[in-house]
């Protein structure tokens, strides 16, 4: 076997470059900036969502915070949804990619089961004490860093009544012109709400709300606009919709008012997207400053004035004109929908696939 | 193995092992690739194939058949896969029968012209299949060219559903794949000899004649070929199924996606990796298979050219 040899060496070699190559990979993946803890300039590396979250919080909060404490530098990497930041832990166990990460409320519990957050410490983090009800954490780990709410949107410029109730969906003027992303986290707040609507409860059966949505499903021209249903409601190509009222105030603003949300006077549901300190980072200190910061009243006014969250800090006043147009205001806040997400975490998955199912599929 | 050792001390100082070696070497950047960005994520999707989910998206280290179990008992799962397929047969379908006649022509052409014309057959592949769906979406939507055009003419009076369900994904993909096909056409052409059709006729054959018992036969290998590549394509394809499927053509793909993605359930995403890689197996064998017989059939056993 002449060629014995040489596929040893080969295989050596290549045993060599995969090390290599390995060695190289997790020298990438940890934190930018090999400095600890022990004073001198530090680097923090924050996961958050892309597009106009980006934008909006590196002004609000990023900016400000670094301008506060000089020897602690943000960087911010963009990250399409929470399963990205699942995945992207779950690889990095012991050496983080990330010190402090943005993750949906729904997700939260399944990352802090497997240990990929950390419990904070409430010395570290006074403004924990300042949150409101809905965004704490009762097992210490990370709390709400924004509240969001399902909406109702429509195009102004083609539907002439304004939808004000969840049951306008099923208004036949809207046949055939309803654009409803439900197979995901804006399903199961819709079905919540509808459950209460129907006087059903969603902890028991929601059988109510999937026959009710199974009756909508002929009116429904997309169940995934493309690229996302803010676009599709500007361009006329769906008349009304439902989607995240935060991104919507945002589109009814860039598009001159023609993409409209309504928060319907049944209430709604919200979302909560959480800020964590990321298990075994090697910048605790500064991650758990750096939270402190963005749940302070100071941060969650100016991101919530620019991207149209309601604040999770008691302290933080929006402008009566932001308020009016999140989950803040007087009426939303008193019919306020609760969510057990804790509890929905263990059946987001089986209601998902109903939907597709027995709505989309049926 | 007996000779080369019998002849191997002569040369051996010249040449010990030599283009072996250099063979190997050059290999390696590419095995190292294949290694890193091919076998081992399928190492991991196999063994993440027999985890457990758990609520919520955690996942049960086990090596278990559970996973499989759940997948392969689930009459969603299989309407899923039958949709995967159906998908794939008319995209291949559609997508031959409108390449056929264009490859066909450009293989012919004597025109000097030829080169650019296949590369105009093949510049749609320049630009992204992001953006030629969504293209198709502003073609096909409610809001869209055909629609439009048909409501003013007053031939229609509500708009057609071509966008947000099969339909868009068919039309679109067969546009999508078409390059494919010709490229995959072209050269699977090279039996194709203007002399034999020359010969049919001079013998009497009309045209039809002609092209039913030697042009297809001699291009069958070249279809057969371009089917492989657009069915594949096809059962893999994501992008346009979620783009202009309107959220109701569940496919593979899409489901993977969602699976590992909205539902966080990545041990049966894995399982459904793996069954789209059986799948992939499956297309291939009976590709194999039909090649035979092709061959056997219209080039006799052993090869009527050669």
Partial sequence: ?362 | MTAEAVAAPAVRPVRPRGPGRHALALLAPGIVALLLTYAMPLVWVLRMSLNESGEGGLIRQTVSFATFAEVLSSAHWWNVIGQTVELGVLVTVCTLVVSYPLALFLARTTSRWRGLLVALAVTPLLISSVARTFGWMAILGNQGLVNKTLGELGIISEPLQLANNLTGVVIASTEIYMPFAILAMISGFGRLDPELEHAAASLGAPRRTVFRRVVLPLTLPGVLTAALMVFVLSLSGYVTPRLIGGGRVFVLATEIYDQATTALDWPVAAVLSVLLLALFGVVIAVYLRAQKVLEARFTGPQGARS
């Avoid at chain 1, 969001?148 to 002439?160: A, E, G, M, R, T």
């Avoid at chain 1, 002929?218 to 493309?226: I, L, N």
């Fill in chain 1, 1 to 362: 076997m002449p060629s014995l040899r040489s596929v040893l060496t080969a295989s050596a070699a290549l045993t060599a470059t995969a090390l290599f190559a390995t060695a190289c990979s997790s020298n990438a993946a940890s934190p930018a900036g090999g400095s600890g803890d022990g004073g001198g300039k530090q680097t923090i590396t924050f996961m958050g969502f892309y597009g106009t979250f980006q934008d909006a919080f590196t002004k609000t909060v990023i900016d400000p915070f670094e301008k506060a404490n000089p020897d602690i530098t943000v960087k911010y990497v963009p990250i399409q949804n929470s399963a990205e930041v699942l995945a992207k832990l779950r690889a990095s166990k012991s050496r983080p990619v990330a010190d402090v990460a943005l993750i949906d409320r729904s997700v939260a519990p399944t990352a802090n089961q497997e240990k990929l957050f950390a419990k904070l410490d409430t010395a570290k983090v006074p403004n924990l004490d300042r949150l409101v009800e809905s965004a704490r954490n009762k097992d210490g780990y990370g709390p709400g860093f924004s509240i969001d709410s399902l909406s109702i949107l429509y195009n102004s410029k083609k539907v002439k009544q304004a939808p004000t109730s969840w049951n306008d969906l099923w208004d036949p003027a809207y046949k055939g012109k309803l654009a409803m992303p439900i197979a995901d986290t804006r399903g199961v707040a819709l079905i919540i709400a509808l459950e209460k609507i129907l006087g059903a409860d969603y902890k028991t059966d929601i059988d109510p709300a999937i026959k009710k949505l199974k009756s909508l499903s002929g009116g429904v021209e997309t169940w995934q606009p493309s690229p996302d249903v803010y676009t599709a409601v500007q361009s006329g190509e769906a008349d009304v919709a439902v989607g995240w009222n935060a991104r919507g105030q945002y589109y009814k603003d860039s598009s001159g008012g023609v993409v409209q949300p309504v928060l319907p006077k049944e209430g709604t549901v919200t979302q909560i997207n959480t800020i964590n300190l990321v298990n075994n980072s090697a910048h605790a200190a500064a991650a758990q400053k750096f939270i402190d910061y963005a749940i302070g009243a100071k941060a969650q006014k100016a991101f919530d004035e620019a991207a149209f969250y309601a604040p999770v800090n008691q302290d933080a006043s929006l402008s009566a004109a932001v308020k009016a147009r999140t989950t803040a205001s007087e009426t939303q806040a008193k019919n306020q929908i609760p969510a057990d997400w804790d509890w929905l975490t263990t059946r987001y998955t089986t209601w998902v696939d109903r939907i597709k199912q027995e709505v989309i599929g049926g």
